[in-house]
């Protein structure tokens, strides 16, 4: 089972910027791993973010961030990142990556192609 952990979350005021980070170790290498960022807020079901195929840049969006955020990885350095900008109130919540042991052009919108999760990070973006 691969082990995933998050960094990166803060507080930020409306219109800044973060970047996620998600660390793998343990499990298969990291190519075998489609990865994928959700995430929930206070009161809202959990939502699907932003995915990520293991080679090939295959990428997917939700609409809600689309032009906002990018998703990307170093499979290197078994790290996945969310480069979140012009942030909106809305986007509070726990963020979440998640692997899904897949062929290697594979990216899922679907939280349950995804066998591993992260603990989550929090992110408060101000007004």
């Known amino acids: 089972q691969v082990q995933l952990v998050e960094s990166g979350g803060g507080l930020v005021q409306a219109g800044g910027s973060l970047r996620l980070s998600c660390a793998a170790s343990g499990g298969r290498t990291f190519v075998s791993y489609a990865m994928g960022w959700f995430r929930q807020a206070p009161g809202k079901e959990h939502e699907f973010v932003a995915a990520?195929?293991?080679?090939?840049?295959?990428?997917y969006y939700a609409d809600s961030v689309k032009g906002r955020f990018t998703i990307s990885r170093v499979n290197a350095k078994n790290t996945v990142y969310l480069q979140m900008n012009s942030l909106k109130p809305e986007d509070t919540a726990v963020y979440s990556c998640?692997?899904?042991?897949?062929?290697?052009?594979?990216?899922?919108?679907?939280?349950?192609?995804?066998?591993?999760w992260g603990q989550g990070t929090q992110v408060t973006v101000s007004s």
């Open positions: 990520i195929s293991a080679i090939g840049g295959i990428t």
């Open positions: 998640a692997a899904a042991i897949a062929s290697r052009f594979y990216a899922a919108r679907d939280a349950t192609a995804y066998s591993s």
